[in-house]
């Protein structure tokens, strides 16, 4: 079965190095992918595109080009979120999409962190700042993160793990994650609606717990 | 097929006059309108509970008396009542004197709320917003369905030999809607139930309410109260009319644009494509509305929101007038033509009443009228009689 990776960029301009890095981590995972056996197609989404419907939803609905990345996001057996740092952070454009993406959509869901900045000094804001947005959202999240620099593009960057190495070893990863498991498949959003019984038996056996400790 | 309108009781300010009415005129407003509504021939008239400005109708019982009151035919209902932070047991109480004095014309809409301070304010926790609902709903059908009430329960203080007063009029609670917007839980209890199910889809695409409305009827079906098919579904709508539909437009559009209810967010145009908001001619709405029994099947309650944004209660009135007499006809008239016979118009007292044989007349059953710690009757003027 095909298997879907969906790279989620917040990279703001064209060319954009964010994107950049997306790409190569997801040509990086079809590689790896590919020499376990395994197909996978990969979707872009550059957030960019999407700014004034991410603000809809805010505020409103989201509009329907927005659902249907819901949709993609929801059926993804990997994503790749990246963001440009702003301010020592992600930027408010990629923490807005995560604010809008419908709740439960990334339980359980394998996420490859990257971002780009203009100094490795702000690397560790994968750990600091996206690390745990992840966390709470119960996304299943790589240890490993990329984290380019603007001189990692060039020859400037780090020559002991430079960067296409780096995102060998990230795309490694998730590939090897992903065959482990196997293919996503979207359930019906009230599939897992509990039963009337279900809802009034917990409240009932949470009175139980509740005098028996007294 | 029920036709109705719901208010949520806001004060806005008028956009094109910079004017908001007082609280006082706003009330009496609602009171208007739901006068008209009954005037212009629609079946149902809902009124919102809120615990916040800008919002009026804390007190729903007392406005719906009122207008019981002033009006002979409508029903009057709720949009929605709050289930979550209300004492179960006054929700018995005052639904139950409200039904008595309207003589039946009553039912209710249970919901959640959507302003999250109302949950501490009343000293609750919204994340147990679900099993409030699940809990106090349990307590209340057995406040109305049991004469002596015996409960324990996780969120209220125990009942022991507990009468709710009055009784429910002839025996029978009044018809329930359960609201819900996102939540597949509350359309599950609504199925569980066999009580009725609102979807308040007025911020949504159609896509959803669809979802929704079909996880309900097939849940309604499981719990063997009839087919999917015939389950109980209400929708909500919002429409602006006038005789042109670009005059319509016009006119609406610095409500739209102002209202805080919209958030600044999408267009006129964007926000009437996705959503049943519709503003145009009577017959663009006709072709709007006859189109939600496509999506959603065949149901019982058409709600619409006609007064808020700011629209000043003249407007509003207009609004209604072809509301009921240019779009409402003919709607009742196309739902009625392709509904099939088995599928059943929302309960109302009287059908209630007749699908249990007939009133249950308490006024002759001394079990409820004397006193069970007193020994007394209230023709005895609840003199304690001392044992001998």
């Known amino acids: 079965m095909t298997r879907r990776i969906v790279v989620i960029s917040a990279g703001l301009r064209e060319p954009s190095s964010t994107s950049l890095l997306g790409e190569r981590l997801a040509e990086a995972t079809l590689t790896a992918l590919a020499a376990r056996g395994s197909v996978a197609e990969v979707e872009v989404v550059e957030l960019r595109h999407h700014g004034g419907d991410i603000m809809q939803a805010m505020t409103s609905f989201a509009p329907e080009a927005l659902r249907a990345v819901f949709d993609r996001v929801a059926a993804a057996d990997g994503v790749i979120a990246l963001t440009p740092l702003f301010n020592t952070s992600y930027s408010g454009l990629f923490k807005s999409f995560f604010d809008v993406l419908p709740e439960g959509s990334l339980a359980g869901k394998l996420v490859l962190l990257g971002a780009t900045g203009g100094t490795p000094r702000h690397s560790l804001a994968l750990d600091y700042a996206l690390r745990p947005m992840f966390a709470y959202l119960h996304a299943d999240v790589l240890t490993t993160g990329v984290f380019a620099a603007t001189e990692d593009w060039g020859a400037a960057g780090d020559d002991v793990r430079p960067l296409t190495e780096r995102i060998a070893r990230a795309g490694e990863s998730l590939a090897e994650a992903i065959a482990a498991r196997p293919a996503v498949v979207v359930a019906d959003e009230f599939a897992s609606t509990a039963s009337f019984e279900e809802m009034f038996s917990r409240l009932r056996s949470a009175d139980d717990d509740f005098e028996n400790g007294l | ?388």
């Open chain 2, 1 to 388: 097929m029920q036709f109705g309108v719901f208010t949520v009781s806001d004060i806005t300010t008028d956009p094109t006059t910079g004017r908001a009415p007082s609280e006082h005129d706003r009330i009496k407003a609602i009171v208007a309108i739901a006068k008209r509504s009954e005037e212009v021939g629609l079946d149902v008239f809902a009124l919102g509970e809120h615990h916040n400005p800008p919002f009026v109708s804390s007190s729903p019982t007392t406005t719906l008396g009122f207008i019981a009151a002033q009006t002979e035919r409508i029903i009057l209902s709720t949009a929605t009542t709050l289930i979550t932070t209300n004492d179960p047991v006054k929700i018995a109480e005052d639904y139950a004197m409200l039904q008595h004095v309207a003589d039946g014309r009553v039912d209710l809409m249970m919901g959640r709320g959507n302003t999250g301070p109302v949950y501490p304010w009343f000293g609750k926790d919204i994340r147990q917003g679900i099993e409030l609902a699940i809990e106090n709903y349990a307590l209340l059908r057995k406040l109305w369905d049991e004469d002596v009430v015996d409960w324990q329960g996780k969120f209220r203080t125990p009942l022991q030999g507990f009468t709710s007063t009055p009784r429910p009029l002839d025996g029978v609670a009044p018809f329930v809607w359960h609201g819900s917007i996102r939540s597949p839980e509350i359309a599950e209890q609504a199925a569980y139930y066999g009580d009725g199910f609102f979807h308040n889809n007025i911020f949504w695409p159609m896509s959803h309410t669809k979802q929704m409305v079909g996880y309900y009827r097939r849940r309604f079906e499981h719990y063997g109260h009839g087919s999917a098919d015939q389950a109980i579904v209400g929708l909500g709508g919002q429409v602006f009319m006038r005789a042109k539909s670009q005059d319509a437009v016009r006119e609406f559009r610095p409500y739209f644009d102002n209202a805080p209810v919209y958030g600044g967010g999408p267009s006129m145009e964007d926000f009437t494509r996705e959503t049943p908001l519709t503003v145009g001619s009577s017959q663009q709405v006709i072709d709007r509305y006859a189109g939600m029994r496509d999506a959603v099947g065949d149901y019982q309650r058409q709600l619409f929101l006609m007064d808020h944004a700011g629209l000043p209660l003249e407007t509003v009135l207009e609004q209604l007038e072809i509301l009921g007499t240019e779009v409402v006809p003919v709607l009742r008239r196309e739902f009625d033509s392709k509904r099939p016979a088995h599928v059943p118009d929302a309960p109302t007292h009287a059908s209630l009443v007749a699908a249990r044989g007939g009133a249950v007349a308490n006024e002759s059953d001394p079990a409820t009228l004397v006193d069970r710690w007193t020994g007394t009757r209230a023709e005895d003027s609840n003199v304690l009689r001392v044992a001998r």
